[in-house]
């Protein structure tokens, strides 16, 4: 479904309402300069450790694409910051989720129903946290100023949940005295795929002499290219299409030359009408049935009996003050988020699995559909407070941080007439009727944290800098779940009130900057990141064998995750100024590792500590601009990430075997070991004022697995009579079902021409040229037995986009 035009209609309202407020003036507009005499770039400045400095003097390995960079690259979401920036990774699961990763250090995909889990990679916006386990914003890039990547530990700065990394969206801030508006839009067709495109509009408008308001507005309807077959073998086309909608307001006051308040609201809805998932095999749908109709799914297609629908309510409230002693300066930042998920799924062949497989129920039961409900609520409330000063030889900062958390998750799998088609006895059950599952669990999480970080110059060439973070935090968690998938006919509702962690601890980083040359910096860095640890919940006992019952049952809580990281490296200055090329080499000793299982037949997942696993590697960044008209940018990075510990399990029999791939050499999934991505564009000037570009990009993500357990000995064999003699669809026409689940290796190439003046830039561009069919990641169900699935990238697409300043 094509919702574009509508979605003009609330985008042109908004830019009517911005646009009647501000005036235009060609005069101050900051359209990008056309000139082909310009030097390389500009200088970018970064904020990575709360104080502004250039990019180049940061002592440790952090980029930060500007908002120019990323237009011409094409760039719309932190997935395709990914794709410019070596050793970041941002695996795709779907609609609204996402699993961020850097340098290699990644315990497995996080899912729903693993809401206790934290992030690895910290993100912020501006000054506020925003990152959530899975369910990270997808905020728009449009009025950004610029994305920063901080590779490795933050923890000294940024706490938990930048174990490795953290990433910063900074937005565009209003200015006072400075009128200025600019719009976007976008139209596109994805091949094979819907119609999608975007309205965005933003302005600055001075409020007297003291104050400023800033406003962004945007929408983006997004094509779908996933069709989903029916069991009437009907085709439904494009049934991942959907949209993004949300606004950003701002005000900026300064009463006094020493105090600055800065007020913000933003609001961004998403709403996904299915998935990007293309289905391997379904149990309920596949070539191998006779007693139903055989199903040979297509390279874009999947098999579903219920629509799989999407959204996510995000906002946030900020508010941050500044006030300037003359030596020390005063910031506080107050930050409150509201989240509202909701995350539908055709859970019928699960149930399937389990009806007509397990209990061996007839086929007028085990295809009776069954929507699987996953709604995910947090509330978050953080302070910050942090003095900061400095002279010729010392800059330092030091603060303190309080975060509370609220969240809440919440599951029920409604199979519509279920009891009524079989009776079963439900004595002692308080489901509702036809819920076969029902689960609710609240967490509730506090942090406080002290920290403190300085730089001392020795003398002009070496730099030295000391931090250190002291952390405590406490989690709670009670769980109520029920039905016959969870406690079976005769059991009665499970409570769980006692489920509690907490932790302690300090996260130390030393780094030493020394001047080699007046273009060369070396740096060196030892520095300490954790990840908070969490509560396991109970199994679906019911749906378990012997064997998992014994694997995976009696693991209440996991520990913190802590990393050690050792690293080197030098940025340059190169070509007179018109070049720049870093590296840095590193090795992370990883203890603890929080490691994502998928528990057998249980329909569960549980978190493993690995007592050890380690990564190492190298990055480098070359950007150059050749000659006055071509300039081109190269990021790449190599990992060796792997296990360093075996967890094992004997079984009734004494026998022992590994648990879930967790083996000694196994490599961490969701990254890959080689990422490479590579820029170029050439510019040349035109009649009137107006010049010409041509961008191309290319990207190059190697091979990865999704989970651990994907490396498993067996694993990637379904046996198709698992439920023999109840195979459903049976007699089957053949024994298994095969598939790689190793992620293969792909390429990306992405071309934009454009043509621009002072105020306008259009813009033709084609993404996927190659149309290449990436498998993102792996999903499945009930260990694959149920389907086996894998999520997917948008295949080629066409587009023509404008741009105006006022």
């Known amino acids: 479904m094509n919702r574009f035009p509508a979605g003009c209609a609330v985008a042109a309202a908004l830019f009517l309402t911005t646009f009647c407020a501000v005036p235009g003036s060609a005069q101050e507009t900051t359209a990008p300069e056309v000139s082909p005499d310009e030097t390389f770039g500009e200088e970018v400045t970064v904020t990575a450790r709360k104080r502004e400095e250039n990019l180049q003097d940061v002592p440790f390995s952090v980029v930060a694409p500007t908002e120019e960079i990323l237009r011409e690259r094409g760039a719309q979401n932190l997935e395709d910051v990914s794709a410019n920036v070596a050793g970041f990774s941002v695996q795709n699961l779907g609609p609204g989720q996402s699993q961020v990763a850097m340098r290699g250090v990644s315990a497995g995909q996080i899912v729903r129903d693993q809401p206790g889990v934290k992030e690895q990679v910290g993100v912020y916006l501006d000054e506020s946290v925003i ?172 098999y579903t009996q219920v629509e799989e629908p999407f959204s996510d309510e995000f906002l946030l409230v900020d508010l941050n003050i500044e006030y300037d002693f003359g030596a020390v300066a005063l910031t506080s930042i107050t930050s409150y988020t509201d989240r509202d998920v909701l995350v539908v799924r055709d859970a019928t062949a699960l149930t399937a699995s389990i009806t007509g497989g397990s209990l061996a129920l007839p086929e007028n039961v085990y295809t009776i559909d069954g929507p699987l409900d996953d709604g995910t609520t947090a509330e978050v409330l953080t302070q910050e407070l942090r003095l900061s000063g400095g002279n010729d030889r010392l800059d330092w900062v030091t603060g303190i ?123 060196a860095q030892v520095s300490k990141g954790f990840r908070l640890g969490g509560i396991n919940d109970p199994l679906n006992v019911p749906l378990c064998t012997p064997q998992d019952l014994i694997t995976f049952g009696g693991l209440s809580n996991w520990d913190d995750e802590e990393l050690w990281n050792y690293e080197i490296g030098s940025k340059s200055t190169i070509m007179g100024g018109r070049g720049s090329f870093n590296i840095a080499a590193f090795y992370m000793d990883i203890s603890d590792l929080q490691a994502t299982v998928t528990a057998g037949s249980c329909s569960s997942r549980v978190v493993f500590n690995v007592p050890e696993a380690r990564s190492t590697g190298i990055e480098l960044e070359y950007a150059a601009q050749l000659t006055n008209f071509f300039d081109v940018a190269l990021s790449a990075s190599y990992v060796d990430a792997e296990l360093r510990s075996t967890l094992t399990s004997t079984d009734a029999n004494g026998d022992v075997s590994v648990v879930a791939g967790i083996e000694k050499g196994a490599r961490l999934p969701t990254v890959p070991e080689l990422q490479v991505s590579a820029a170029a564009t050439y510019r040349w000037e035109m009649q009137e004022g107006w010049a010409g570009y041509l961008t191309g990009t290319y990207q190059h993500v190697g091979s990865r697995f999704t989970q651990i357990g994907d490396q498993a000995a067996g694993f990637g064999s379904v046996n198709l009579l698992a439920f023999s003699p109840a195979d459903i669809g049976g007699p089957l026409t053949a024994d298994t079902f095969n598939f790689n689940p190793e992620l293969p290796s792909y390429d990306l190439v992405n071309l934009r021409l454009g043509f621009l003046n002072e105020r306008w830039e259009v813009a033709l561009f084609v993404k996927n040229v190659t149309d290449e069919i990436a498998f993102l990641s792996l999903d499945q169900e009930r260990g694959t037995l149920a389907r086996v699935s894998y999520l997917t990238n948008q295949p080629r697409t066409y587009g023509v986009s404008t741009r105006i300043t006022f």
Request: hydrophobic fraction near 35%; charged fraction near 20%.
């Open 401 to 523: 941080f309080y975060s509370t958390t609220e969240r809440d998750y919440d599951q029920s799998l409604f199979v519509d007439g279920f009891q009524a088609a079989t009776m079963l006895p439900t004595q002692g059950l308080r489901a509702p009727v036809d819920v076969l599952f029902f689960s609710d669990l609240d967490y509730d999480l506090d942090q406080t944290a002290v920290f403190a970080e300085l730089t001392y110059a020795v003398n002009d060439r070496l730099d030295l800098t000391g931090g250190l973070r002291y952390y405590d935090f406490e989690e709670e968690r009670t769980q109520v779940f029920d039905g016959i998938f969870g406690n079976g006919a005769t059991g009665t509702s499970l409570v769980q009130t006692a489920g509690s962690t907490s932790a302690d601890g300090f996260a130390p980083r030393f780094i030493a900057s020394f001047a080699a040359t007046d273009n060369t910096t070396l740096n």
């Open 131 to 302: 990152s959530l386990s899975l369910f990270t914003p997808d905020i728009d890039l449009f009025d950004m100023s610029r994305v920063e990547v901080l590779r490795g530990p933050q923890g000294t700065l940024f706490g938990s949940g930048s174990l490795s990394g953290t990433v910063r969206y900074i937005t565009n801030q209003p200015q006072l005295g400075v009128s200025e508006s600019v719009g976007e839009f976008s139209i596109d067709s994805v091949d094979g795929g819907d119609f999608g495109g975007s309205a965005k509009f933003a302005g600055n408008v001075p409020m007297g002499d003291h104050s400023a308001l800033r406003i962004a507005a945007y929408y983006t309807s997004f094509g779908g290219f996933i069709d989903a077959v029916q069991p009437d073998l009907r085709v439904n086309e494009n049934v991942n299409s959907g949209e993004r909608a949300g606004v950003r307001m701002s005000m900026r006051f300064e009463p006094s030359d020493k105090l600055t308040i800065t007020p913000r609201v933003i609001y961004q809805e998403i709403d996904m009408d299915g998935w990007n998932r293309i289905d391997a095999y379904n149990i309920l749908g596949n070539p191998f049935t006779t007693t139903r109709p055989a199903v040979s799914l297509g390279e874009r297609e999947q």
